[in-house]
């Protein structure tokens, strides 16, 4: 009864959100309208990330108790929800984007007072110590998060069903730790499944289709980001005090956001050795390859929500059977390397897919 009652809460009032929004997203011109890029039928209304937002609000305010942490994330994530709005309605500029993605982190850093002071044991031989780099680190990460999910957001579930793996893990990490924060990812849990609903049109695929949209995207990545921060760190280094044992390893916090943010490095990486800005859109994700592969949507969300399980798993048996953190470490660095020759090397991998099948 520890996690039902809000999951189920949460859940309702999402549904009951989505419900409510979608009349009012004609009017105030909230729609996302098929282009070049955008290959869906007709104008589709980008309210699932307000309806998710709204759902945590609500549901927080019954169920976590009551913080000066809490509040803080709660100020942060109705800030990048808002400016996530406008981006949706107007198609805010990069550099605006930016702006408010430093002011959001700023609200963690020197509001929460929670910022990334080590990175644990991955080089084996010391324990990787920031000081106060950690305070620009800690920025990057956030910037880096928002706009790992956001750049995922390409094909119909695939954002909301691979932050579904990333907050159910989050969740166990923290229930197994006696954390009281387990239940914010279990409340996005119930509130993206009641979107997915929607976005995917399954079971009823009579239902009109949604889109989170820009907002839903960056509010996911802002709060995975948050949680990774206060889960992997041991002080608020603001207060300069003790609040908690780390929950779980910095390197852990890899494994379960490791497509996303493999996809954005790769992808980025990329653009930077062509001359080009590292926030030009292209096709060259994930997603992309599967397709160009020969997968239909439905197949290519599964296969990447898959392998995204997979990942988190190997990052949650690091955990549990204490595997060093040196060793999980080089091991995703290996796998970001296989990565990124993948795309390199992207028609070599649809020749070899095609003759596999």
Not at 56 to 84: D, E, H, K, P, W
Not at 188 to 207: E, H, K, T
Not at 304 to 329: D, K, N, Q, R
Request: proline residues 4%.
């Amino acid at each position: 009864m520890d996690y039902f009652v809000p999951f189920i809460i949460a859940f309702m009032f999402s549904f009951g959100a989505i419900l409510v929004f979608k009349p009012i997203a004609a009017k105030v011109g909230l729609l996302d309208l098929p282009n070049e890029r955008k290959c869906h039928d007709g104008a589709i209304p980008l309210i699932g990330g307000i309806a998710i937002f709204c759902s945590i609000f609500f549901a927080s305010s019954l169920f976590i108790q009551a913080s000066q942490t809490l509040n803080l994330y709660l100020i942060s994530s109705s800030m990048i929800l808002f400016i996530g709005v406008l981006d949706d309605r107007y198609d805010l500029s990069v550099r605006l984007r930016l702006v408010a993605q430093v002011i959001t982190a700023s609200i963690l850093v020197f509001g929460a007072g929670f910022y990334l002071t080590t990175l644990g044991d991955i080089f084996y031989f010391f324990e990787f110590k920031l000081g106060y780099v950690g305070i620009l680190l800690t920025i990057i990460a956030v910037i880096g998060s928002i706009n790992a999910f956001n750049m995922v957001d390409g094909i119909d579930g695939l954002a909301g069903m691979l932050s579904l793996v990333t907050f159910t893990s989050l969740s166990v990490l923290f229930y197994r730790a006696g954390n009281e924060w387990f239940l914010l990812p279990l409340l996005f849990d119930a509130a993206i499944l009641a979107y997915l609903f929607f976005n995917l049109r399954w079971p009823f695929i009579s239902v009109q289709k949604i889109f989170m949209g820009d907002a839903g995207s960056m509010l996911i990545g802002l709060t995975v980001v948050w949680l990774l921060v206060i889960g992997t760190q041991p002080y608020n280094v603001h207060h300069g005090v003790s609040i908690n044992e780390p929950v779980f390893s910095p390197v852990t916090a890899l494994y379960l956001i490791a497509i996303p943010l493999m996809d954005m490095a790769a992808i980025m990486f990329r653009r930077f050795k062509k001359g080009l800005s590292p926030f030009n859109p292209d096709r060259d994700h994930l997603h992309h390859i599967f397709e160009r592969a020969g997968y239909n949507r439905k197949q290519t969300l599964i296969r990447i929500t898959l392998l995204s399980l997979l990942l988190s798993l190997c990052g949650l048996a690091g955990e549990f059977y204490l595997v060093p953190e040196w060793i999980m470490f080089s091991s995703f660095i290996a796998l970001f390397i296989i990565y990124n020759w993948a795309l390199a090397h992207v028609w070599q991998i649809i020749t070899w897919l095609k003759r596999s099948d």
